[in-house]
């Protein structure tokens, strides 16, 4: 478990994101992790271009091209990605719990989609209302 020393989420977070440093240069780990603090820092994710005007621009000064160059031409193999970030999840589990099974869920539909061009496409009735129509559009599998 990383041990931080002050009660700062961005701290903690460049902590966790270090991590990712063998993957990215300086310039990219950078852009990475403000697309990171953006992503949990902001409720709904609808673009890159959203994430930029609604937090990024505001806050961390990156030009929308740089987000489009790291998601685009950076090349990093995605199986270290997924390593790494499977690696800080599990460091995440207390020791106490550490010989027992533990499933790792992954759960997209809160995430608002637009279109109707991904899978298994179908309108869904919105209980929670959050989009102002009753119904919104999501996967028809969980």
């Given at each position: 478990?990383?041990?931080?020393?002050?009660?700062?989420?961005?701290?903690?977070?460049?902590?966790?994101?270090?991590?990712?440093?063998?993957?990215?240069?300086?310039?990219?780990?950078?852009?990475?992790?403000?697309?990171?603090?953006?992503?949990?820092?902001?409720?709904?994710?609808?673009?890159?271009?959203?994430?930029?005007?609604?937090?990024?621009?505001?806050?961390?000064?990156?030009?929308?091209?740089?987000?489009?160059?790291?998601?685009?031409?950076?090349?990093?193999?995605?199986?270290?990605?997924?390593?790494?970030?499977?690696?800080?999840?599990?460091?995440?589990?207390?020791?106490?719990?550490?010989?027992?099974?533990?499933f790792?869920?992954?759960?997209?539909?809160?995430?608002?989609?637009f279109?109707?061009?991904?899978?298994?496409?179908?309108?869904?009735?919105?209980h929670?209302?959050?989009?102002?129509?009753?119904?919104?559009?999501?996967?028809?599998?969980?």
């Open positions: 478990m990383i041990s931080i020393s002050k009660d700062s989420f961005i701290q903690a977070l460049e902590q966790y994101l270090l991590k990712y440093r063998l993957l990215f240069k300086k310039r990219s780990l950078d852009i990475f992790f403000w697309l990171m603090l953006a992503i949990i820092s902001v409720e709904e994710v609808r673009s890159i271009r959203f994430l930029h005007e609604n937090f990024i621009k505001k806050y961390g000064k990156k030009a929308l091209n740089s987000l489009y160059y790291l998601l685009s031409y950076v090349h990093f193999p995605v199986e270290e990605l997924i390593k790494i970030t499977v690696g800080i999840a599990i460091a995440l589990i207390p020791d106490a719990l550490k010989n027992t099974t533990i790792l869920t992954i759960d997209d539909t809160l995430q608002a989609k279109g109707d061009h991904f899978d298994c496409y179908f309108q869904h009735f919105d929670a209302n959050k989009t102002g129509n009753t119904y919104l559009k999501g996967h028809c599998f969980v």
